[in-house]
């Protein structure tokens, strides 16, 4: 039983210093477990990873530094940002502050600027229709 332990930690040595001198895409899922920790695998290792099939092994030679040079992997790209909204006219009526209609507290009263949003609206609306019939 030792012959064979010590024969896996010897394959896994050399397996391991084999994948990891150069990149390598692993073909399965695979999960990966420190190579000290080699005879748990009857047990429970400190620390399991867990790789996915097409994922690719890049050589750091134990510095991150070097992975840029030595990465020919593409970065992921950022999801585009999320395109902004126009704001609507109530927004808009909102953020001028010549529209501001306040409370004695300071607040922003918004009940009257609505009625106020409103008929200003519907003052806009009359004098498109006035154009349309002038037209």
Do not use: C
């Amino acid at each position: 039983m030792v012959k064979d332990v010590v024969k896996d930690i010897a394959t896994g040595v050399v397996v391991g210093l084999i994948i990891g001198d150069e990149e390598y895409q692993f073909p399965i899922d695979m999960v990966a477990i420190p190579a000290f920790q080699m005879h748990m695998l009857q047990g429970t290792p400190s620390m399991q990873v867990y790789i996915k099939a097409g994922e690719t092994l890049v050589p750091t030679g134990g510095n991150v530094a070097d992975m840029t040079e030595n990465m020919s992997v593409e970065p992921v790209s950022k999801a585009p940002e999320p395109k902004k909204r126009k704001p609507s006219k109530w927004n808009r009526y909102v953020k001028r502050k010549a529209n501001h209609i306040k409370l004695k507290s300071g607040k922003l009263d918004l009940k009257k600027m609505a009625k106020e949003f409103a008929k200003t609206q519907v003052k806009k609306q009359v004098k498109k229709q006035i154009k349309k019939r002038r037209k």
